[in-house]
T-cell receptor, first 113, second 116 residues
Framework: DSGVTQTPKHLITATGQRVTLRCSPRSGDLSVYWYQQSLDQGLQFLIQYYNGEERAKGNILERFSAQQFPDLHSELNLSSLELGDSALYFC????????????FGQGTRLTVV | AQKVTQAQTEISVVEKEDVTLDCVYETRDTTYYLFWYKQPPSGELVFLIRRNSFDEQNEISGRYSWNFQKSTSSFNFTITASQVVDSAVYFCALRGISGGYNKLIFGAGTRLAVHP
C-alpha cells in the first residue's frame, strides 16, 4: 500500500459527461501529480501541484482541470468526455518536488461509452 | 529533450531464469534521477528504486539488481532467479532539471511473463 488513495477505482460514464477523480496524497506529502495511462500513449504526465499551487503542466487537454485543496487532497475534473478519454488515471505524491520518488495510487479506470 | 527507451516490449522466461530489462535514457541535464516502477496485473504502480546521476554504484536488493552506466546512458534492471510473482510490466523513468524536476518521463514499459 503506497499510502496514496484514489477514488473511485472504476468509473463508467457516457460521452459528453463530466467526472471528478479524487486523490488523497500520503501523509506529509505536499506534491501531487496526475498521470494518464492509455494503450496508445503510455504513461503521460498531466499536471502537478505543490502545496496548493500549480507547478507544472504536461499534455493536459483544455477540457481537463485540476486543483489541490488546503488539506492537500486533489481533484482532477474531466469534462465533455470523449471515447478517447478512456484510460487509467493515476495520482502520485511526493514529499516535495525535485528528485524524490513519487508514490502512486491504485488508479481510477475511466471508461467512456 | 528527455526520453526513455525500453526496447524490449515483452520478455517471456521460465521460473528461476535470470532476466535483464534494458533502459536507455536521453537527457542534456547534468543532474537527473532515474527510477524503476513495477505494474503488476492488479494495475497499481509500485516504486522500486531511485538513482541520482552522481551515484553510479550498482545496487542490489534481494533478487533485484540495477546497473547504472552514464557512459552508455543506461539503467538496466536484473531479476535473478525469477518467480511467477515477478510477472508485471516494468517501467523505467527519468526526472531532470530541464523538466523542472516536476515530471517523470516514462518509457513504454517491458512486459515480463514468468512461467512456472
Amino acid at each position: 500500500d503506497s499510502g496514496v488513495t484514489q477514488t473511485p477505482k472504476h468509473l463508467i460514464t457516457a460521452t459528453g459527461q463530466r467526472v471528478t477523480l479524487r486523490c488523497s496524497p500520503r501523509s506529509g506529502d505536499l506534491s501531487v501529480y496526475w498521470y494518464q495511462q492509455s494503450l496508445d500513449q503510455g504513461l503521460q504526465f498531466l499536471i502537478q501541484y505543490y502545496n496548493g499551487e500549480e507547478r507544472a503542466k504536461g499534455n493536459i487537454l483544455e477540457r481537463f482541470s485540476a486543483q489541490q485543496f488546503p488539506d492537500l487532497h486533489s481533484e482532477l475534473n474531466l469534462s465533455s468526455l470523449e471515447l478517447g478519454d478512456s484510460a487509467l488515471y493515476f495520482c502520485a505524491s511526493s514529499v516535495r518536488t525535485g528528485g524524490t520518488e513519487a508514490f502512486f495510487g491504485q488508479g481510477t479506470r475511466l471508461t467512456v461509452v | 529533450a528527455q526520453k526513455v527507451t525500453q526496447a524490449q516490449t515483452e520478455i517471456s522466461v521460465v521460473e528461476k531464469e535470470d532476466v535483464t530489462l534494458d533502459c536507455v535514457y536521453e537527457t542534456r541535464d547534468t543532474t537527473y534521477y532515474l527510477f524503476w516502477y513495477k505494474q503488476p496485473p492488479s494495475g497499481e504502480l509500485v516504486f522500486l528504486i531511485r538513482r541520482n546521476s552522481f551515484d553510479e554504484q550498482n545496487e542490489i536488493s534481494g533478487r533485484y539488481s540495477w546497473n547504472f552506466q552514464k557512459s552508455t546512458s543506461s539503467f538496466n534492471f536484473t531479476i535473478t532467479a525469477s518467480q511467477v510473482v515477478d510477472s508485471a510490466v516494468y517501467f523505467c523513468a527519468l526526472r531532470g532539471i530541464s523538466g523542472g524536476y516536476n515530471k517523470l518521463i516514462f518509457g513504454a514499459g517491458t512486459r515480463l511473463a514468468v512461467h512456472p
